[in-house]
């Protein structure tokens, strides 16, 4: 096989994110990556799946509590009201990346403190359940370290580059359904945005 035949093919696979080029080292199979965008608004589970990659979670906490101020607010309900929040960490092929943290007023999810979310796609079950499909989120990307917490939760060192989205997802009927963050390792994620000159 010619040098240009393989360099052609090498490329193909690299476009298609099969493979990774490497300088100096040479090519590698790509990493399993999740990403957002260009503006589309799709679940963990749903954007995995599209990408050929199988999504799992792990509840670390779920509970039924009244939420502080900075949540009301972001909610848009009364303070103190009762929210059901959770603490999920997000696998790719069972490779830890994200640690999901969400509010959600109780009077729109009912008994949702009680629900097994493991493994489950959470999207799926608001939407079959609770009759709340999203329609956009409001969304919020900035760099920082890893804490302790989250460190132990996706399996790196305390410091490791971690990308935390905070958002805040509206459904169908213009209810706050859903704020919170995911933080990702940063190195499974990607963010894509469509930028247009005005």
């Avoid at 009364?78 to 929040?85: N, Y």
Wanted: aromatic letters at 6%.
């Amino acid at each position: 096989m010619s040098r240009t035949t393989l360099r052609h093919a090498l490329k193909e696979l690299a476009d298609a994110g099969v493979l990774e080029p490497a300088p100096q080292r040479g090519w590698f199979v790509a990493r399993a990556y999740i990403s957002e965008g260009p503006n589309v608004l799709m679940g963990f589970s749903e954007g995995a799946s599209a990408r050929g990659l199988t999504a799992g979670s792990r509840t670390v906490s779920q509970v039924l509590r009244p939420c502080t101020f900075e949540v009301a607010d972001l909610l848009g309900v009364p303070a103190a009201s009762d929210v059901v929040e959770l603490e999920r960490v997000r696998t790719l092929d069972a490779l830890p990346v994200a640690v999901q943290t969400l509010s959600l007023p109780a009077k729109l999810v009912p008994g949702l403190e009680s629900e097994s979310l493991d493994d489950s796609s959470l999207y799926r079950l608001l939407g079959e359940r609770y009759g709340l499909v999203p329609s956009r989120c409001d969304y919020t990307l900035q760099a920082d370290s890893a804490s302790e917490h989250v460190a132990t939760l996706l399996e790196v060192a305390v410091g490791y580059p971690v990308l935390i989205g905070h958002e805040v997802t509206v459904d169908t009927q213009e209810r706050v359904m859903a704020a919170g963050r995911m933080i990702y390792r940063g190195d499974a994620y990607r963010f894509t945005a469509t930028l247009f000159r005005i």
